[in-house]
DNA sequence: AGCTAAATCCCCCTTTTTGGGGGATATAAT
DNA sequence: ATTATATCCCCCAAAAAGGGGGATTTAGCT
């Protein structure tokens, strides 16, 4: 079949999902959809990558728990190799570890598999238009990432030093930045270390971040 | 009026906005929803601290460019005040320094002002149970926040090593972690320094941030 | 087979940093 | 009036960092 240029393409997309039930109703129920054509489905990341410059897939669907090479690392391997290409996750993890695993190796969206067949088609719409669709209980987590502890035992002070110090500068590296003395920064850290009951400046940070300190 | 406890209880929303005729928009579109009630309208953050006790809202609506205090202040002064409060954020820029400030600070959501009325409403009921709804530019901005980069000129043991010293350690407790000897971190540095074209932990640590390679 | 990149380890050296100990002072908040 | 916070000062020894020069082994690619 030839297409205008004008006319809206359709776009191509790729399953990887070892349960074949699961597997064929995400077929199905985006095939139903004129727009997006299914160009392939797979059991794991190692069949899907094969065919992968083959298939060119513009959105991949992906499940997480696989037979053989886990989701996350094949997320990794496919973003290395088609960098634009748009993976969306279907897990049934909410486990805040993997989660941000997932996304770190190049997921642009992740929904629980509680959702909705609605729900993942409207995923797909918001992937194809720049969005990274996610499911309120991962959006809130991802959010929740970028807050501090609000009760933290640092004064503000002791908090902006702690965050150079975590960006690796030196104690008269941070007093430029402050514009105190030196020995000022060795008070505060030596507060810090108190406060945090710890002794080095790695578990200083370790707490810290622990914490969400800083 | 009194509810029997089996009755769903309206949901209290104050809106915080300088412009008179956006602040009523939003307060007539979101007072068309019987399960809302919108207690309070204010055009500075001052104004809607003063009366944050008294008027105890759930979800706050704000806008981030406001006459005296800066939205994200705001944010920051009131979930200090009222921890479990929802604040979403309307806000015109898509710019991320201020998307993450704002993050950061404490929003739970953050939808741009071009978002039609039926968007809002539908960020209103997803910040209710629990969801972060955004923007699909912001959510993108949120999510690759998370990625790294994926043309580093570091190899991967060298990322390994440049994370382990932006977590504050030093070259021996790098190498204890790895399982190798102290001169092999001190090696790889060389390297990585050599590479990033910095000569101090600092400032290959700023680097490497900069470019996203840790 | 030859080349290269990567990872490993070794020595030299000096300077800087760190952490622990002991303080003091001024200001602002409660 | 007391406390918390931020500022600055001294001493000291151990650890770490950075720069220079290497070497070896393994794995992958041509």
Redesign the pocket.
Known sequence: MTNSSTTTRETKITIVEDNDVVRDGFALLISSVSQHRVVNTYESCEDAIKNLFHDRPEIILMDLELPGMHGVEGIRKIKKMLPDVNILVISVHTNSELVFQALCAGASGYITKNAGHSKILDAITEVKKGGAPMSSQIARMVVQSFQKNTNSPL????TEVLEL?AKG?????I?ND?F??K??I?????NI?GKLQV????DAIEKAIKQRLI
């Open positions: 004064t503000s002070r002791e110090l500068k030196s104690y008269s590296a007093a402050l105190v003395h020995e000022t060795k008070s505060h850290i030596k270390y002794n080095s400046k790695a």
